[in-house]
């Protein structure tokens, strides 16, 4: 059995204790080819279970004694460093695998999505940040800034009695994955962010003038506003998809 002490507060560390969950991460790593890297092993629990699938497995944990117990625990085929995972370039189209300390979501997610060599990432974060990251009720300004690279799927809500400890909110099973085909070229991507955050930071009655007033022509900005339109409320830059940004940044 996994070792379930709790996790030593300043590392940020909540650890998964819910069988069901992790065999949920287990199965949706298993889909994905590619070597698979766990980011903060913690107790092990997900990298005993990990294990199991027989695949080449790398740890990286920043806490020395849990990284020793661990070596000691786990197969020989699984590889366990000591080290800062937002300083660890993940191998060639890796298999990414995380319960994301809650308190490191964000610069956890731009190292991730900085990083040119994995493909696929499996993470456990708060649920809000799972829903947003996904578009559900509502995007942010990062996920819209890197859509046209990735697509961000979420699979469940995790709630907070999965964890020991016990943490204040709920998580979410959040899956990022590379695209084959991305929306726009490489060499686009700096470009296309500031103007992603341009918009965001536009004032506007709604999103047909703000994209005007971003350099998007009037007929194609009213027709996306159309596109999203549910309610009488405005429609903001929240509300766009990723085929929304492409489509009005190539018209710019």
Not at 134 to 141: F, K, L, P, R, S
Request: hydrophobic share 40%; aromatic share 6%.
């Amino acid at each position: 059995m996994p070792d379930v002490r709790p996790g030593r507060h300043e590392l940020g560390q909540n650890f998964l204790t819910d069988k069901a969950v992790l065999d949920r991460i287990v199965h949706l790593a298993s889909q994905r080819q590619g070597p698979l890297v766990e980011w903060g092993t913690g107790n092990g629990a997900v990298t005993l279970a990990l294990a199991e699938l027989g695949r080449p497995l790398q740890g990286v944990e920043i806490d020395s004694r849990r990284a020793a117990e661990l070596r000691r625990r786990i197969g020989t085929h699984v590889c366990i460093a000591e080290g800062d995972i937002l300083r660890h370039a993940p191998p060639q189209d890796a298999v990414i695998v995380s319960n994301v300390p809650f308190h490191l979501t964000t610069p956890i997610l731009r190292h991730l999505l900085a990083s040119t060599t994995w493909r696929h990432a499996v993470l456990l974060t708060q649920w809000e940040v799972a829903r947003k990251r996904a578009g559900v009720g509502g995007t942010t300004q990062l996920t819209a800034q890197w859509w046209p690279w990735f697509t961000f799927t979420l699979d469940r809500r995790v709630p907070s009695t999965a964890f020991r400890p016990r943490p204040n909110v709920d998580g979410g099973l959040l899956l990022v994955d590379r695209r084959r085909e991305p929306l726009l070229p490489e060499s686009a991507r700096r470009d296309f962010q500031s103007w992603v955050a341009r918009v965001f930071s536009s004032r506007g009655r709604g999103i047909a003038e703000i994209l005007r007033r971003n350099g998007v022509p009037g007929q194609l900005a009213d027709r996306i506003a159309r596109r999203r339109r549910r309610s009488q409320r405005p429609v903001l830059p929240r509300d766009l998809h990723a085929e929304d940004w492409v489509e009005a940044y190539a018209a710019v």
